[in-house]
């Protein structure tokens, strides 16, 4: 996909530069540069026999729905794929088009994922994988109440349920329509021994949160006797994948310290921090701060080690313990990504491959410039500070 994309880019680049230069713009040839840009961008995203031969060899997309479907039996680039594919021109009345009917989205998960070696992992087993490393050791019992930070499209407050049966989990997520996806998973799925209730809030706004929805502590199905504190406090705050994107971070593990039960609350999250220190002034750090703002992660959240435990501890906690996982991480979700894009790529829109091979890309230097830390933290409450 690179070269192809050099030479997309290559071919793009020579065709705006000729309109921007001067020497061309007051030639005749300098005139018409536009209109072949225009072509040749029209060509690019058009439904036409001949857009399709030029789609293919620039990796934006496989427009023969039987080579999408060869795509999606052989993993890219494999000896019996492109002989089949070799023969797409003789005629059949069927052949493999119909491969988005067979296709079935049987969870939302979206985190980054914790890979074997092997890379053979599926993504649902990597996001659970994640889950387990976050959730597991840390006192999960039948009568825990967790709140769940973050909670994506709620997969993982399923698997949580399954996992541990606590009595209650409570889910906030900054997204409405994640949450109505997550509240249609819920009510489709069976989880005896805990109730699952999920809400729309900002993790940044927890006391407010709470103050505004009795219900959190309210009794329904489960009393709230039933939970370990039996009142209104969290036995967990749990945060995967997510607590980088909240303004501020800081603020958060303050708010968090203070819903947890004094001394014996834990919280547990798969977080992002510096690796080095970010720089301080000058172009780098505008390209710093531009960076994290278009994937909207406060700058402030970005810190080091040092300075992201002092906050732990500045928001009341003890016994921190943080492992740093990125190698598990980083190159794993990078190669499902291709190996995904490799099979299924030609079902979607271009552009939808194009923002992946951006974060595959992104993933692939992260993980060779080791600028950032993935890390799984686990600390106990401390006492209740005034
Ligand atoms: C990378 S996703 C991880 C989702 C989920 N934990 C999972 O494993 O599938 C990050 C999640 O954080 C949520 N999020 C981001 N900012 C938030 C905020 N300020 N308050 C609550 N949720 C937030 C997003 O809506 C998104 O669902």
Known sequence: MSSRFAVFVALVAGLTLSTLHPFTQSSRLGSLSPVCLGFLLGLLVAETPIASRLQEPLGLTSRHPDRVGLDILHSQGSLEGETAKSELDQRVTYGLQHAFLNLEVTGWWFNMGLWDKDRSMRFQDACKAL??????????????????????????????????????????????IQHHAAQELVKRTRTPGTEIQLYVADA???????????????????????????SRQFTHVISIDSAYHYNTRAQFLHNASRVLAPNTGRI????????????TSGFGRKIFETIFSAVEVPVVNMKTMEAYKQDLMD????????????????SGLAAYIENQTGRLGGLVKPGVNWSYWGLCKGLRWLDRSKWLHFVIVKARNGPRLS
């Open 315 to 330: 928001a009341g906690f003890v016994d921190i313990e943080i492992e740093c996982v990125e190698d598990q991480v980083f």
């Open 204 to 230: 940044s706004n927890l006391p407010e949160f709470l103050e505004s929805t009795p219900s959190v502590f309210g009794t329904s199905k489960v009393t709230a006797a039933a939970t370990a504190t039996g």
């Open 131 to 176: 889950v387990e490393k976050v959730t597991s050791q840390i006192g999960i019992q039948h009568d825990s109440h967790i709140l769940d930070v973050g909670f994506g499209c709620g997969d993982q407050d399923i698997y949580m349920a399954q996992l541990y049966q606590p009595a209650r989990i409570t889910g906030i997520t900054i997204e409405p």
């Open 268 to 279: 547990a999250m798969a977080d992002m921090i510096l690796a080095k220190p970010a720089p």
